[in-house]
């Protein structure tokens, strides 16, 4: 795998990119030994960020974590990837799509059932027309993450979701 690792508000040592590269190198019996892996280290006061991101055909792998000492970052980074990446080999057997990014072991490699995804609970409901910001305030009144409504203004269905630093997103259809 080639490796990328660059830095924001923080220095990367031959110590930091050796732990990156070490951890992260379990990962090289999921890929091919040509895919990227883009790694960006980063320190905001007292946080310490890890994010990782490998493009592969077709989507990308993506994982982020935070905490006080940049190596625990590192190591928590590693098993959120793994885990992500069986559930994608998953979801590539079980629709039988193409996977050349992955390698040819991985893929042949028996699947357990754990990370299967399975939905609980189906709801129906009404899409009233709302602005923007009276879908936000419904998604606060119901102490939600995310909120589905037919925006007033297209009249297509919207999503509104809370991000990090309390801000909002809007999620709107493109065709």
Not at 19 to 24: E, N
Not at 136 to 159: I, K, P, S, W, Y
């Amino acid at each position: 795998m080639n490796y990328t690792v660059s830095g924001k508000n923080i220095e990367v040592t031959n110590g930091l990119r050796e732990a990156v590269i070490d951890k992260l190198s379990k990962l090289e019996r999921y890929f091919t030994p040509d895919t990227e892996v883009n790694v960006t280290l980063s320190v905001e006061k007292e946080r310490q960020r890890i994010e990782v991101t490998i493009p592969i055909k077709g989507t990308i792998i993506r994982a982020e974590q935070v905490s006080s000492d940049m190596y625990a970052s590192i190591d928590l980074v590693e098993a959120v990837l793994e885990r992500q990446l069986r559930k994608y080999k998953n979801k590539l057997v079980d629709k039988k799509q193409s996977a050349m990014a992955l390698s040819q072991m991985f893929i042949e490699e028996e699947t357990g059932g754990e990370d299967e995804i399975k939905i609980v609970r189906s709801k129906k409901f009404a899409i009233k027309p709302m602005d923007i910001e009276e879908a936000c305030v419904q998604m606060e009144l119901l102490g939600h993450d995310f909120f589905v409504f037919r925006n007033a203004e297209t009249d297509e269905v919207n999503v509104v979701y809370k991000r990090k630093g309390n801000t909002y997103g809007l999620i709107e259809p493109e065709y």
